[in-house]
């Protein structure tokens, strides 16, 4: 399964409901999970973009159509879901949806790329780190999207983060998640950036079984079809070296253990 995929339905998403459908049955995907981008703050560039009438129409659509091969969810990811909580909530109320994924894009009202300028490392980590605390803490959401997604941003002036130096706020993060049973996904976007790395990191996911955690999901974060399921084989490989035995997909948002 692949259960972070973006459409034209995301102002940032290339591909088609239908083509990502297609290509999802030519790679014997068996189910997808749509998470487009979704945001109530006018000042975020996905705001506005996303017409739930719209979406969820064609995918009904394609549920008819590839009924018989593809299962198919409908979810969205939320930027930073712990600002403006009750007007999110209020949107989602009468959604009827299968998954939230959120997600820090932004701080401070800046994109990641622009709010580490003028950071070292270890301030625009610790930052970015907090703001993720702040979003598990209060946000409404299945899912953390790609823990630690700012190396893909600060790799290249700014390199990766050290581990030991983070595990506090690691494990206040994670061990909020598990206590608001709010799942961790593997996202292998990383691999296709200069990082070349899951989000999040494995000695992430090794403190997260540790700590007793279980839900996991996997997803692509694909922006156009043809990358639906990539580094799969690789992060279902990096989850069973982790003595993970499943991972999660979900129905009205109620996860669904599937073995690996
Ligand atoms: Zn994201
Ligand atoms: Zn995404």
Do not use: W
């Amino acid at each position: 399964m692949d259960y972070h995929l973006h459409s034209q339905h995301s102002f940032d998403g290339k591909s088609t409901l239908s083509a990502i459908c297609n290509s999802a049955v030519n790679k014997g995907i068996k189910e997808v999970c749509f998470t487009e981008h979704f945001s109530v703050d006018p000042e975020v560039p996905t705001y506005g973009y996303l017409d739930f009438h719209k979406y969820f129409s064609e995918i009904d659509e394609c549920k008819n159509k590839y009924s018989k091969n593809l299962i198919i969810r409908k979810g969205v990811e939320i930027c930073e879901p712990h600002l403006n909580s009750k007007k999110l909530q209020q949107t989602l109320k009468d959604k009827d949806l299968d998954f939230i994924i959120g997600s820090v894009h932004n701080i401070d009202k800046l994109k990641l790329r622009n709010y580490i300028k003028n950071k070292n490392n270890f301030e625009a980590y610790k930052g970015y780190f907090k703001e993720v605390y702040n979003a598990v803490s209060l946000g409404d959401m299945d899912i953390l999207g790609h823990l630690d997604l700012l190396k893909r941003y600060a790799y290249n002036d700014l390199g990766n983060y050290i581990f030991p130096k983070f595990e506090d706020i690691l494990t206040k993060i994670l061990k909020k998640l598990i206590e608001r049973n709010i799942g961790l996904e593997l996202n292998t976007s990383g691999l296709r950036s200069d990082v070349k790395e899951i989000f999040p990191s494995v000695h992430v996911l090794k403190l997260y079984k540790n700590l007793g955690g279980e839900i996991i999901t996997i997803g692509s974060d694909s922006h156009s079809s043809e990358l639906i399921g990539e580094g799969f084989k690789l992060g279902i490989n990096i989850l069973k070296s982790c003595d993970f035995k499943y991972v999660f997909t979900f129905e009205k948002r109620k996860p669904n253990a599937v073995k690996i």
